[in-house]
């Protein structure tokens, strides 16, 4: 399809280019641009293939580290979900625990209670007898077995109430530790639940995020592979059509100036102005391609000249080249201008070395005013700096 809306154009027009040039290269331009496919965008395309895939390369190791990042993650959400458990059936068992220090400390409160009130009976009834009630009972008794079962009967009430006294400072003092114990497990519980509440929203918030930061990459690398694959595409339909020009204008002689295109190697002026901010044979998409022509910046509206005398076979804007002229040189050479402004000539128009053919500009997608440029012969890619002289003039 691509050959059948080039070719037959292309050679009525170089052909009867003397006889109607107006109205072929009308046909030409017309039938150019219903294609919307033309060589001028090739270094923006690569360049924007090579950012593309330098993106996708680190996007792929930030989301390879996300994904180990949500691995542990995982695994620590894991680590700490079975931790709380543990941690709950310790709580659970302390809180029994707790209840049953609470149901001794009752008790404890009921025997102090009435131990309290025994040693006040027991102080209150030795304070009111007093020691004469002993004697008394002593000095009247008359038989000694009965004294001696009165002398055995007050030291045993005596030894009981040591014994009450003692037990009563017991159960004070095991009610005091059990009251200590409740009040330590209490905060210790509290402390252990906080954190552990506090560590797991801490770790699902992270994974919350992580997890968007994750599938907003993913979103990220199928926009960029799409993108990536459009100019891809780009770039095989340019590769195309100057497969198809290099055919359709094999057949054509074309003129015989005085110093044939291939004797002016290292001679030839730049077609520009400007500074040259990608060159030829740079390596992108991960070292897989190189660059077939050379990007420069220059002024605003800076003329584009001719590097050498031929026919233009091409005039029209292509998609990632924008404004381009196409130039055959002869013995197979072309030469192509780029990301032009305004295009000054049109198909089949013969032009001079050093003649003004395009004003530099931003079409194609850049994003400063430049010009992309490249010589091919035989339709393959040669480092234009074997053939332009010097350096490029200052803009």
């Known amino acids: 399809m691509l050959r059948a ?6 050679l009525l027009v170089l052909a ?29 395309l690569k360049k924007q293939i090579g950012a593309i895939n330098q993106w996708l390369t680190k996007a792929e190791k930030d989301r390879s580290q996300l994904q180990q990042q949500l691995t542990g993650l995982e695994r620590s959400i894991s680590d700490l979900t079975r931790e709380a458990r543990n941690l709950k059936q310790q709580a659970a068992s302390q809180k029994t625990q707790l209840t049953e220090l609470e149901t ?17 009976k027991l102080l209150r009834q030795a304070w009111m007898e007093g020691d004469a009630s002993a004697l008394k009972v002593l000095f009247n008794e008359t038989d000694p077995n009965n004294i001696a079962r009165t ?87 340019l590769e195309a059509l100057l497969k198809e020009v ?25 077609p520009a102005a400007g500074t040259v901010v990608s060159s030829f ?15 420069m910046h220059t002024d605003t509206n800076a003329e584009v000249r001719a590097i050498h005398y031929g026919r233009v076979v091409f005039a029209n804007w292509l998609r990632g080249f924008g404004l381009l002229t ?45 010009l992309y440029f490249e010589i091919r012969h035989n339709g393959k890619p040669d480092n234009p700096s074997r053939w332009l002289a010097g350096q490029p003039g200052k803009s």
């Not at 809306?5 to 292309?10: A, K, M, Y």
């Not at 109607?20 to 270094?43: C, D, F, M, R, Y």
């Not at 400390?105 to 025994?118: F, I, S, Y």
């Not at 290099?246 to 730049?270: D, G, K, V, Y």
Request: no cysteine.
């Open 326 to 370: 196409i130039i055959d040189h002869g013995d197979g050479y072309m030469t192509l201008y780029g990301h032009a402004s305004s295009l000054y000539t049109t198909t089949g128009d013969w032009v001079d070395a050093g003649e003004a053919i395009a004003q530099a500009g931003q079409t194609g997608g850049t994003d400063k005013t430049a």
């Open 151 to 237: 002398l055995t009967y007050y030291e045993y009430l005596g030894n009981h109430t040591v014994g009450q006294v003692q037990a009563f400072q017991d159960s004070l003092a095991e009610l005091n530790q059990t009251r200590t114990q409740m009040q330590n497990t209490r905060a210790r519980l509290a402390t252990t639940e906080a954190d552990v509440e506090q560590r797991q929203q801490e770790l699902t918030q992270t994974r919350k995020q992580r997890e968007q930061t994750l599938a907003s990459l993913n979103a990220d690398i199928d926009q960029r592979r799409s993108e990536r694959d459009g100019l891809a595409a780009d770039q095989k339909r």
């Open 5 to 10: 809306l080039l070719v037959l154009p292309l």
């Open 281 to 295: 044979g740079e390596t992108y998409a991960d070292g897989k391609l190189r660059r077939n022509g050379l990007l």
């Open 246 to 270: 290099q055919q359709a204008i094999t057949s054509i002689p074309a003129p015989n100036p005085n110093q044939p295109f291939a004797t002016l190697r290292e001679r030839m002026p730049w």
């Open 16 to 44: 009867f280019a003397g006889a109607a040039p107006v109205a072929a290269q009308t046909a030409a331009a017309k039938q150019a641009t219903s294609q919307q496919v033309t060589p001028a965008q090739i270094e923006k």
């Open 104 to 120: 001794r400390q009752r008790q404890l409160t009921v025997v102090l209670n009435d131990q309290r009130e025994q040693l006040k």
